[in-house]
């Protein structure tokens, strides 16, 4: 079994603002996520949760503790080392950041083209399978605005997928989507991504998707609780 420590945070604490206006978002968070577990984090809105999906992504800068991703210790890192970390992750958002400008291939096709090496006809093939797999096979030539909610998400779940990334971080992913298509979009970002290998962390306040969790973290108040999943599911309680 592979126990590889992709994500490994110690005593990590976060605010935002300075002086009079600081205000302390996230509290000795402590965390280790290892190569191919699906974890699942909820709690209120305003608890910390996106906050935390952002350091781990290394699309803002750590201030103290210890953040560690792939390796690389995040806190005290220069923009160059956070870049580099980046283009190891795959990110889904909510709104699914497509640009309505270019076809559901084109959008999947951008994020590989940013690789180094990789030609165009190269991330063409690897965008049309993708979107195949994620079936699309049909919708490869459409415009963003020609798809539903839950054919957009597929899109943004193939752009995050495609460059085979270490960690997977989706915001809300099925927000906005119904029953049906909130739990397909689940299942098959975790059928994919157990078949690349990566780790996966949902953040979301859908109680219909927790089944797919190797494990549910808790977040509130800037406090993060947690529990294995390898015995039956229970409520987790947050810090008092």
């Known amino acids: 079994m592979n126990t590889e420590k992709v994500v490994e945070i110690s005593n990590l604490d976060f605010a935002y603002g300075h002086g009079n206006l600081r205000k302390q978002i996230l509290f000795d968070i402590n965390l280790t996520l290892e190569a191919g577990e699906v974890s699942i984090m909820k709690g209120p809105s305003g608890s910390g949760k996106t906050t935390l999906l952002t350091l781990m992504g290394a699309l803002r800068s750590p201030q103290s503790g210890s953040l560690k991703v792939l390796g690389q210790e995040l806190v005290g890192a220069n923009k160059s080392k956070l870049v580099q970390v980046r283009r190891n992750i795959g990110y889904i958002f909510q709104a699914h950041n497509l640009l309505r400008s270019l076809t559901a ?136």
Do not use: F, W
């Not at 291939?105 to 994620?134: C, D, F, P």
């Not at 699309?136 to 459409?142: C, K, N, P, S, V």
């Not at 605005?145 to 839950?150: H, V």
């Not at 119904?178 to 157990?194: F, I, N, P, T």
């Open 105 to 240: 291939r084109q959008n999947v096709q951008m994020s590989i083209e940013l690789q180094n090496g990789i030609s165009a006809a190269t991330a063409k093939r690897k965008a049309i399978e993708i979107l195949e797999a994620v079936g699309l096979g049909e919708r490869i030539e459409y415009y963003t605005d020609q798809l539903s909610g839950g054919q957009k998400q597929r899109v943004a779940i193939a752009r995050a997928l495609v460059s085979h990334p270490k960690m997977v971080l989706a915001d809300e992913p099925t927000a906005a989507l119904d029953s049906k298509s909130g739990r397909a979009v689940v299942e098959l970002m975790r059928q994919l991504a157990k078949e690349q290998g990566c780790t996966i962390l949902l953040v979301t306040h859908d109680n219909r998707i927790l089944d797919v969790a190797d494990r549910l973290l808790h977040m509130e108040d800037g406090y993060l609780s947690q529990e294995s999943l390898s015995t039956p599911k229970r409520t987790i309680s947050t810090p008092v």
